[in-house]
Nanobody, 121 residues
Framework: QVQLVESGGGLAQAGGSLRLSCAASGRIFAINAMRWFRQAPGKQREWVATITRGDSTNYADAVKGRFIISRDSARNMWNLQMDSLKPEDTAAYFC???????????????WGQGTQVTVSS
């Protein structure tokens, strides 16, 4: 089985920084895309950022210029550096990945359990 585990959430003041990490474990042949999503109370889950195997990155407009997604492919980990935090960044953050478990299997989406980020004004 494949597991994704987030870490690094917590409390920050507006203008501060936090760094989230996601570690994938289990039977993994390849991770084809790594993402971060977030869900604020009473709102739908929204996409935040993506990094591909080729290191191509994309960001939601709300976080562009403030957040940076990166990966450590050797350790099946990816990170989200969050700077210039705003109260509206407060949410549960979830990592997500398209993981191929064997050479011949198709990619399947996996999710982490989430980590809370709270930004105070």
């Amino acid at each position: 089985q494949v597991q994704l585990v987030e870490s690094g959430g917590g409390l920050a003041q507006a203008g501060g920084s936090l760094r989230l990490s996601c570690a994938a474990s289990g039977r993994i042949f390849a991770i084809n895309a790594m993402r971060w999503f977030r869900q604020a109370p009473g709102k739908q889950r929204e996409w935040v950022a993506t990094i591909t195997r080729g290191d191509s990155t994309n960001y939601a407009d709300a976080v562009k210029g403030r957040f940076i997604i990166s990966r450590d492919s050797a350790r099946n980990m990816w990170n989200l550096q969050m700077d210039s935090l705003k109260p509206e960044d407060t949410a549960a953050y979830f990592c997500n990945a398209d993981i191929q478990r064997t050479l011949i299997s198709v990619s399947t989406a996996y999710w982490g359990q989430g980590t809370q980020v709270t930004v105070s004004s």
